[in-house]
């Protein structure tokens, strides 16, 4: 039976195989880095999708209150590829655009984001139909959906002018 270890011959010098610890380092830190832009781009979809519903979700939620407060019938609308908020013009008896407030100023989605106006009080509405939010604050449930690609991000609002925002699966 022979020895286990292997031996050396007399004078010939035996060179060991394999990595050093360097090159197991660099071939790590490649693979880490790999990993997190992969990990990056797969996540800032979601991200900025998310993004996009909580700051829609948060315009809406003002603009119900600063109906209430201002005693004045204000609406949003979805076109597909942004927002944008109306004020009712008593006299004409039509919606006109609102202009006097940045945080309600119509708003451009990122490229390949969509939104549409889902449901009014449980209904199926047209795509730009307007979404009233009544100075009474006496308002019909409604919801919008916000896409990119295949993720999807549902807000809801309810009668007592809360809006949610949630993941919705298709």
Known sequence: MGSLTPSRRSGASARVAGFTLVEIMVALAIVAIASGA?????????????????RFAGAVEYAAQRAQWRHEDLGVSADGGGWRFWRRDPERAAWAPLADDDALAARTLPGGMRLDSAALAGRP????????????????????????GEMRMRIDTDPLNRVAVTRDTP
Not at 38 to 54: F, M, N, V, Y
């Open 38 to 54: 992969a990990w990056l781009a797969w996540r800032g979809g979601d991200a900025s999708l998310h993004r996009e519903a909580t």
């Open 125 to 148: 509405v047209a795509r730009d139909a307007v979404v009233p939010l009544r100075a009474s604050g006496r308002n019909d449930p409604a919801t919008f959906v916000l896409a990119l």
